[in-house]
């Protein structure tokens, strides 16, 4: 699978809805909402009122909702019933929080992805992969948009990809960070599935790039 989940931390708010609803039209399935709490991370992005609001008033799309907050468990009971698919970051939890979340997420049938950061070491995935069903790899610092691609990622992807098949378990992989067209190919080719493209879209916006980013 070789997707782009577009991110629309930088879009300006009164125009979330035709954004969307143009991304769909050129056949995007999923797309990708970054949740801050000004904590875990200094920055905040979409708010619970704002996802609801897109959920109700565009096309229907598969909702990545990417949450860099430190309250686990108090957003995870906001957003599980509105997201199709919760990544929560590795970094935010202790382990024993996070065997609770994975328990939570498997009673309410739930799908669960977990992020890491640039400093984190991949191998901490490894005993909770069979709970996942997506992992993502940061690949710029979490919390801004804009910032430049760091290239230690696709180490990481090469290592997670192998990690995936000795599980023998299907599970998304996704990257996000400075992803852009003369570097998706190489991702990709890394064994991402799933590439969050932000602000490289928002910028230039259109169902050619969109094609370029895929070929």
Same mark, same amino acid.
């Given at each position: 699978?070789?997707?782009?989940?577009?991110?629309?931390?930088?879009?300006?708010?009164?125009?979330?809805?035709?954004?969307?609803?143009?991304?769909?039209?050129?056949?995007?399935?999923?797309?990708?909402?970054?949740?801050?709490?000004?904590?875990?991370?200094?920055?905040?992005?979409?708010?619970?009122?704002?996802?609801?609001?897109?959920?109700?008033?565009?096309?229907?799309?598969?909702?990545?909702?990417?949450?860099?907050? %430190?309250?686990?468990?108090?957003?995870?009971?906001?957003?599980?019933?509105?997201?199709?698919?919760?990544?929560?970051?590795?970094?935010?939890?202790?382990?024993?929080?996070?065997?609770?979340?994975?328990?939570?997420?498997?009673?309410?049938?739930?799908?669960?992805?977990?992020?890491?950061?640039?400093?984190?070491?991949?191998?901490?995935?490894?005993?909770?992969?069979?709970?996942?069903?997506?992992?993502?790899?940061?690949?710029? %610092?979490?919390?801004?948009?804009?910032? %430049?691609?760091?290239?230690?990622?696709?180490?990481?992807?090469?290592?997670?990809?192998?990690?995936?098949?000795?599980? %023998?378990?299907?599970?998304?992989?996704?990257?996000?960070?400075?992803?852009?067209?003369?570097?998706?190919?190489?991702?990709?080719?890394?064994?991402?599935?799933?590439?969050?493209?932000?602000?490289?879209?928002?910028?230039?916006?259109?169902?050619?790039?969109?094609?370029?980013?895929?070929?």
């Amino acid at each position: 699978m070789r997707k782009i989940s577009p991110s629309v931390l930088n879009v300006d708010k009164e125009k979330l809805v035709p954004y969307i609803n143009k991304l769909i039209e050129w056949n995007v399935t999923n797309v990708h909402y970054d949740v801050m709490d000004n904590i875990f991370v200094p920055n905040v992005a979409l708010q619970y009122k704002e996802i609801e609001m897109i959920k109700k008033e565009c096309l229907k799309h598969t909702m990545d909702i990417h949450l860099m907050v %430190k309250d686990v468990f108090g957003y995870y009971k906001m957003y599980k019933d509105i997201g199709d698919i919760l990544t929560f970051h590795f970094e935010a939890m202790s382990q024993e929080d996070l065997q609770h979340l994975i328990a939570k997420a498997r009673h309410d049938n739930v799908k669960l992805g977990l992020a890491i950061s640039p400093e984190t070491n991949v191998e901490v995935i490894r005993p909770y992969l069979k709970y996942l069903s997506l992992v993502l790899i940061m690949s710029v %610092k979490p919390g801004f948009g804009g910032q %430049k691609f760091i290239d230690a990622s696709y180490d990481k992807v090469f290592a997670l990809k192998r990690m995936i098949q000795e599980e %023998k378990k299907e599970i998304i992989i996704q990257i996000d960070g400075g992803v852009k067209l003369d570097n998706i190919k190489y991702c990709f080719d890394a064994g991402v599935d799933l590439a969050v493209v932000g602000s490289f879209l928002v910028e230039n916006f259109s169902e050619e790039i969109i094609k370029k980013l895929l070929k």
